[in-house]
């Protein structure tokens, strides 16, 4: 598997831990979201991603759980179809994959390294971390809200980044 492969998966997969939504709240009750949010210090959430292809007759189908530990861990177990796991934690991410002729796959790579990646990522964590200035830091932020469920619309600061 291609960093790249485990990147995109990684990230597909993590936003079972933010959920999205359709109409505009206001600034008071973004801060007071971010505010929720700081206070938890480990999320679990379960996923399941499908990958569709015209090469393919069905999609293929994983499955695990995603992690995220204040203030920078965050991490993606795949469990169905093999086990492996992606990681960041700090400005490192790893990826460790199933067994191959009895040798467990292991790379790592810097975060510093993937400079799409490593916005993303610290989108994520500001967000999950409840760092409502980290966040608007690197991005023009928007919350939107339907009954209990929210979402945010994330516009890069940064050109290379939109």
Not at 7 to 31: K, M, W
Not at 112 to 120: E, F, G, K, R
Request: hydrophobic share 40%; with cysteine.
């Amino acid at each position: 598997m291609t960093h790249c492969n485990a990147r995109r998966r990684f990230l597909i997969a993590i936003g079972a831990l933010v959920c999205v939504a359709p109409a505009r709240a206001n600034d008071d009750e973004l801060t007071r979201l971010f505010a929720e949010l700081g206070t938890r210090r480990e999320r679990h959430a379960r996923f399941v991603e499908r990958k569709f292809s015209a090469l393919l007759k069905a999609p293929i189908e994983s499955s695990g759980t995603m992690v995220f530990r204040s203030p920078d861990v965050l991490e993606r177990r795949t469990i169905e179809p093999q086990r492996e796991s992606v990681r960041i934690q700090g400005g490192v991410v790893t990826y460790e994959g199933a067994a191959v002729r009895g040798q467990t796959q292991k790379r790592s790579f810097a975060l510093a390294d993937a400079p799409l990646l490593a916005a993303l990522v610290e989108s994520l964590r500001a967000t999950l971390g409840g760092n409502l200035v980290e966040l608007r830091h690197h991005y023009n932020v928007a919350q939107t809200r339907a009954g209990q469920t929210w979402g945010l619309t994330l516009v890069p600061r940064e050109r290379a980044l939109r």
